[in-house]
């Protein structure tokens, strides 16, 4: 009898858990993100930036960030008009003109929903762990 009762606390800790990772699980498949790796979105976007984006081209506005497609690779740019015939013209907010060609609905891989604003702490990691390795190599060479 006390391995049961001990049973159905475990699973009643358990319960949040189990439920989080599947409300997780729904949101991975509606929802992706992407790390900026360039300054085109400058200053809305930094280098280690995160991009949430609702996956897809739905309700894809002016103004929006949009992750694209070009070939095997991706990258974020912002919609600064959308034509008649539905094509995007798509922009980096750094850049002084819009991209070349325009980019049709297909290649829309989501619309950006959240930044989460972790440039900053990357840079700053990145530049600690670089001066504390010329720090030990200083170091090392006295020796």
């Not at 009762?5 to 409300?23: E, Q």
């Not at 929903?113 to 990357?122: C, K, P």
Request: net charge positive; proline share 3%.
């Amino acid at each position: 009898m006390a391995g049961a009762h001990r049973m159905r606390r475990a699973l009643r800790r358990s319960l949040p858990w189990v439920a989080g990772i599947g409300v997780a699980a729904v949101a991975l498949s509606f929802f992706g993100c992407v790390v900026v790796m360039g300054g085109s979105m400058r200053p809305a976007l930094s280098a280690g930036d995160m991009v949430v984006y609702r996956r897809g081209s739905d309700g894809v506005r002016e103004r929006d960030i949009v992750l694209l497609a070009q070939g095997h690779s991706s990258f974020v740019h912002r919609v600064v008009r959308i034509g008649a015939d539905g094509m995007l013209v798509t922009r980096g907010d750094a850049n002084p003109i819009p991209d070349l060609e325009p980019s049709a609905r297909g290649v829309v891989l989501g619309r950006g929903v959240a930044v989460l604003r972790t440039g900053w702490f990357l840079r700053g990691f990145v530049a600690c762990v670089a001066r504390a390795r010329l720090l030990y190599q200083s170091h090392s060479a006295k020796r």
